[in-house]
């Protein structure tokens, strides 16, 4: 399904907000993520740092969670803000727990400043392990 601009400007407004509420003290770079439902819904995350750093969680992946959590599986998009001075992808965490969920999936990367990048999980992970493997 394409993704309007409507729609990604909805997710962006959406993902920008939720990154107000990341808790970020250690490395300062507050993420916010907005998946895009099959039912039309945006569901929310942001990072959330540990002071073992190991246990932080990136935002992505709390929006994964959040969804999961409401019995929702099924995505459409992902939009991710960063404050960087470049748009900056999923890590390969993220990607791979995405994959869990999605066969496929438009994202856009995109920076406070505006700066946007369009690219397909199946872009940021070909070849991947997943259920049907095994
Ligand atoms: N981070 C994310 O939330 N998502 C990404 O795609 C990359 C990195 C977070 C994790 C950590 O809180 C901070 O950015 C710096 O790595």
Known sequence: MAVSEETWTRLIDAALAASRNAHAPYSGFHVG????????EIIVGCNVENATFGATVCA????????VVRGIHD??????ITPADHPVA?????R?????????L??????ESGQ???VTLEELLPHRFTSKDF
């Open 33 to 40: 993520a907005a998946l895009l439902t099959t039912d039309d």
């Open 60 to 67: 992505e992946r709390t929006a994964l969670g959040t969804a």
């Open 75 to 80: 995505f459409v998009a992902l939009a991710v």
């Open 90 to 94: 999923p890590c390969g965490i993220c």
């Open 96 to 104: 791979q727990v995405l994959a869990e969920f999605c066969d496929d």
């Open 106 to 111: 438009p994202i856009l990367m995109v920076t």
């Open 116 to 118: 946007r990048l369009h």
